[in-house]
């Protein structure tokens, strides 16, 4: 099956269609598909697919229509796309080399069901300036899973293009002349008012143009302003739970417990010891469920059947706000936010004085990176933590989790984008050092399931603990 169909709207942008589809032709990550949907163009865009390199057979297939606007082109690109995946890039958007949006695609890595801005940002994680040595840009990309997107629905068609537009701005033109010519030979306005009209009207057609051409945006800003008020009318809702003090030193078990999404079952009757001070890993294949136990542990979701207990106390009777306080977190796609590594860092905690933030950072061997950062502590990260690599982030969501020195830590694929050296250190800093915290971990890593006091296997919706023996072998 195609993991990922990319599609390429364009109008009479030959330039960039060559680039983009020259850019595609780099990827090393199969199967993808190519479909550029060429809107009416008059530039000769539709012979690039063959200048640019692919010849006869090639995953690529061009889709013509008149001249409709980018979102009826994204339509028909999508309805003959056989992708699971369906990657949006503008005739000017190239698509980045070595990028990771088919191993997204085929491993199904990310819980995301569509995320919109720049495709780079999500699917590279090493990407730091995302427009050096590239042509073109990269903003204006979007990617979605098909599902998603079959449940949306497609793209709305009722905004105003450029044809549309330019047809509007004639017959104003021909009305205008029209009615100018019946008044001058009729005798009410004289040839040289109607000629000072036509001056006039030419000077404030730019202005109308651009009115006109904002309008889709004017359209969609309103849309998005209905969205956020919508939100701000929702209100905040408190956490379900009760008020019992959640006690962190005693045992969590996980009893018969299962979960669904949208119908779809993911666990099937689990059960799950974690030990006060012990490292518990949970290993699968994706779409096991892994990330699922971690949520259900956080209070993040309820079974819909089975007991989650915290030293004998059910999780409906704990107070749940009080169990994440004292939870540290490093999920496998941390979020950022424009502001310092400091700044994240601290991100949400008060109070926090410089030996505990100290402490975290050498614990998450994040200090290597900040004595190579101009700045150190106060360095930029850029939106979404950019201008940092995938490992450098991964180390500040670490130390995000460990600042307040949770007594529970959960971590979701710790060691993802971290080079062996670094993995090393963590091991050495967090989970050989005396006094750490009880962690439970989703893991597929060889060196840190070795560590785990109890590693359970997540498969068919069921948890089955390793003997000692089978942990050793596999270790």
Request: glycine fraction near 12%.
């Amino acid at each position: 099956m195609t993991a990922i169909s990319v599609i390429i709207p364009y109008y009479n942008t030959v330039r960039h269609v060559k680039a983009a589809l020259q850019s595609v032709l780099f990827q090393s990550h199969p199967p993808l598909e190519v479909i550029c949907v060429d809107d009416g163009s008059d530039d000769g865009s539709g012979e690039a697919i063959e200048e640019a390199g692919f010849g006869p057979g090639a995953p690529v297939r061009l889709i013509t229509q008149g001249h409709r606007g980018a979102a009826t082109a994204r339509n028909a690109g999508v309805a003959a796309a056989k992708g699971e995946w369906l990657a949006f890039l503008d005739a000017d958007d190239l698509w980045p080399q070595d990028s990771r949006a088919a191993r997204v695609a085929a491993q199904g890595l990310s819980g995301a069901d569509m995320v919109f801005g720049k495709v780079a940002q999500f699917i590279d994680g090493e990407a730091r300036d995302l427009d050096a040595g590239m042509p073109g840009r990269v903003a204006g990309s979007m990617l979605l899973r098909r599902a998603a997107f079959d449940r949306v629905g497609p793209f709305d068609e009722v905004l105003a293009t450029a044809e549309t537009i330019d047809w509007v701005a004639r017959a104003r033109a021909a009305t205008a002349l029209a009615a100018g010519g019946i008044a001058v030979s009729q005798g009410s306005l004289s040839l040289g008012a109607l000629a000072a009209f036509f001056v006039a009207a030419s000077q404030a057609n730019g202005a109308l143009n651009g009115l006109m051409v904002s309008l889709p945006m004017l359209l969609t800003g309103h849309e998005a302003l209905n969205r956020l008020v919508e939100f701000r009318a929702i209100g905040r809702e408190e956490a379900p739970g009760g008020t019992a003090e959640p006690d962190l030193k005693r045992p969590l078990i996980m009893a018969g417990v299962h979960f669904s999404y949208d119908g779809r079952p993911i666990l099937n009757g689990i059960d799950l010891s974690i030990e006060p001070g012990a490292i518990t890993a949970l290993a699968a294949l994706n779409g096991e469920g892994k990330t699922t136990v971690l949520d259900l542990a956080l209070g993040l979701n309820r079974p819909a059947a089975g007991q989650i207990a915290l030293g004998g106390v059910d999780y409906g009777a704990l107070d749940l706000s009080a169990l994440r306080r004292a939870m540290g977190v490093a999920p496998q796609n941390p979020l950022f936010f424009r502001g310092t590594v400091r700044e994240n860092i601290l991100f949400g905690r008060k109070g926090v004085d410089e030996a505990d933030l100290a402490w975290a950072i050498r614990t998450a061997a994040l200090d290597p990176v900040l004595a190579a950062l101009p700045g150190g502590l106060d360095a930029p990260m850029g939106d979404a933590g950019a201008q940092l690599s995938g490992g450098e982030r991964q180390r500040v969501a670490l130390a995000r989790a460990l600042v307040h020195r949770p007594a529970f830590l959960i971590l979701d694929e710790p060691s993802n984008h971290l080079d062996a050296a670094t993995v090393r250190l963590l091991i050495e800093r967090l989970f050989l050092a005396p006094g750490r915290p009880t962690i439970l971990m989703a893991t597929h890593d060889a060196r840190l399931l070795a560590l785990a006091d109890r590693v359970y296997d997540l498969e068919g919706g069921k948890a089955l603990a390793r003997g000692p023996q089978l942990q050793a072998a596999l270790a």
